[in-house]
T-cell receptor, first 114, second 115 residues
């Protein structure tokens, strides 16, 4: 079966622009997570969805970041007024339900803000 | 707040020798611990997890990890390293408070296996 997919794989934008990053989780996985990985660092949690609702958005750095999952499957991470410091690899993961299940990661979207 | 420490930026080992990648954690309550591996230009791949029970956990590709509650450690091990094991390894922890199930990752350890 297909794994977690993310599009685009690379995104280059200019400071101040708006970007959307898409995640398509594994079919049947009700939990979906967004992480951000900067160079030389481990992934840092941004937001977690259980179904359509954001169960924990404590990792979003500020109100320029927003994510949605309207039908409980595909999710979109939206970044307004991008800044150079937003440059990173954005990782999406999904897992079965809410138990202690491993998270399966997508290949990531590399965002570069010029 | 939960945290993970990976004290070594890089571990070098010769092929055929045993390897250990260190991880210590801090969490309130029971820890749930994970190891992931990241190959260049590829996503994180799950290796193994500890939830409860036997302190020695076996995972993919011949890797295993030992949970030590008194030392708050979860070191990754393999009896005989392969060149193909060269990659970036991340330890992660989560606790099970409320509905949160986010993972907190360490900074990663680069494993270099040479002939």
């Amino acid at each position: 079966g297909a794994g977690v997919s993310q599009t685009p794989s690379n995104k280059v934008t200019e400071k101040g622009k708006y970007v959307e990053l898409r995640c398509d989780p594994i079919s049947g996985h009700t939990a979906l997570y967004w992480y951000r990985q900067s160079l030389g660092q481990g992934p840092e949690f941004l937001i977690y969805f259980q179904g359509t609702g954001a169960a924990d958005d404590s990792g979003l750095p500020n109100d320029r970041f927003f994510a949605v999952r309207p039908e409980g499957s595909v999710s979109t991470l939206k970044i307004q007024r991008t800044e150079r410091g937003d440059s990173a690899v954005y990782l999406c993961a999904s897992s079965l339900g809410q138990g202690v299940n491993e998270q399966f990661f997508g290949p990531g979207t590399r965002l570069t803000v010029l | 707040a939960q945290s993970v420490a990976q004290p070594e930026d890089q571990v070098n080992v010769a092929e055929g020798n045993p390897l250990t990648v260190k991880c210590t954690y801090s969490v309130s309550g029971n820890p749930y611990l994970f190891w992931y591996v990241q190959y260049p230009n590829r996503g994180l791949q799950f290796l193994l997890k500890y939830i409860t029970g036997d302190n020695l956990v076996k995972g993919s590709y011949g890797f295993e990890a030992e949970f030590n509650k008194s030392q708050t450690s979860f070191h990754l091990k393999k009896p005989s390293a392969l060149v193909s094991d060269s990659a970036l390894y991340f330890c992660a922890v989560r606790d099970y408070t409320g509905t949160a199930s986010k993972l907190t990752f360490g900074t990663g350890t680069r494993l270099q296996v040479t002939l």
